[in-house]
């Protein structure tokens, strides 16, 4: 499909906004603007399992379950999520973290026979810990403030604040990873929730050291804001026709959330509760208000809509035509790359004023 059939078309309005809004659920954002074509300048940190990595328009879609054949299933569209983050931030509680290191986003959606939302997702082949990866991010507090070492009074505390002191270094160092915790839910164009949970790693806390935990994770609902995008259609529509690349610069917030304690903190066994209670003191948590999430930055989509071409012969299988064009792309090494045609931020936000209801 030509941009020009784009501005009126149910799908690929709503995609754009779908595209921006997922990369954002997951924590992380990269703040570069639309310069040259978005898809060639992310940096996937891994490659999914299923095809050869993509390259062009299509080199962030690393891990896109194409070859699921549930996604064979599509009535209306199949997309592709690739996202790379590098700049954004989260407070829990009185934690305060910028979220700098790099980000990646992969997961598809498409519109199921059977759908109640707008879209069924489906995280990578790798399963849903796939559709989040990251690394950890440092806390601007040490350890011995985050356990108040200066004026506990526990025993436990107080000979993990030795440890911590005698060690220094990396001892000394507390990190926060950011992880998916279930699949997202209730999928809409602006409305989503996406189970989150945040470890904290430093070698005297032990390996299950958690904000949020199954079960009792930090449920995040962004809400979007667009500031520019674009279009970049397939260098071969004969081959792959109605397949384009979609990119947003956007901005997400998220207010209103609560957080719960900390647990699993320690040298473990009961020991932990002395330690876990430590680091609530100090982090204000549980924090069932004041938590927020700000995050601006530039996200992919690569979808295909032939299913509703009446120009072709039908049916069409939207995900084996993103998957021939990602083969392709494969091979190219640096042919053509399609066009690019820039979309205003107030364009965009205009898509966004008459998005359609969700299917019911």
């Known amino acids: 499909m030509k941009l020009s059939g784009w501005r ?7 995609s754009v906004t779908s595209a921006a809004a997922i990369g954002l659920i997951v924590i992380g954002v990269p703040a570069a603007a639309l310069a040259t074509h978005t898809g060639s300048q992310a940096k996937p940190d891994g490659v999914g399992p299923g095809y050869p990595p993509p390259g062009g328009i299509y080199s962030s879609f690393t891990n896109c379950p194409l070859n699921n054949t549930v996604m064979d299933e599509s009535t209306t569209f199949t997309a592709c999520v690739g996202a790379n983050a590098t700049t954004g931030s989260i407070t829990l509680g ?117 904000i949020g935990t199954l079960g009792h994770p930090v449920m995040l609902a962004p809400q979007l804001s667009i500031n520019s995008g674009g279009v970049e259609t397939d260098p071969n529509p004969t081959k792959h026709p109605d397949t384009e690349v979609l990119a947003t610069n956007s901005t997400a917030t998220a207010t209103g959330f609560s957080v719960p304690g900390v647990s699993g903190c320690g040298p473990g066994g009961v020991a932990n509760i002395a330690i876990d209670e430590a ?82």
């Open 94 to 210: 009185s934690i305060v973290t910028p979220v700098l290191r790099p980000v990646n986003v992969q997961f598809g959606f498409y519109t199921g026979p059977d759908q109640t939302y707008y879209a069924d997702v489906l995280p990578p082949i790798a399963g849903t810990g796939a559709l989040l990866s990251t690394r950890p991010d440092l806390l601007p507090e040490s350890l011995t403030t985050g356990l108040g070492c200066a004026t506990t009074t526990s025993k436990t505390v107080k000979a993990l604040c030795t440890k911590a002191e005698n060690y220094g270094g990396k001892y000394l160092d507390v990190y926060a990873l950011a992880q998916s915790d279930g699949p997202i839910t209730d999928f809409d164009l602006l409305s989503w929730t996406q189970p989150t949970k945040f470890k904290l790693i430093n070698p005297l806390l032990g390996n299950n050291c958690y």
């Open 279 to 360: 680091l609530d003191a100090t982090s204000g948590l549980p924090a069932a208000t004041g938590n927020s999430l700000t995050l601006t930055g530039e996200f992919d989509i690569a979808v295909n809509t032939a299913a509703e071409d009446s120009a072709l012969p039908q049916p069409q299988n939207e995900a084996k035509i993103l998957l021939s064009a990602f083969a392709a792309s494969s091979k190219a090494h640096g042919g053509p790359q399609g066009t690019v045609t820039p979309v205003s931020a107030a364009a965009m936000r205009n898509l966004l004023e008459n998005l359609a209801s969700p299917r019911a």
């Open 8 to 14: 009126g078309h149910r799908f690929l309005r709503g």
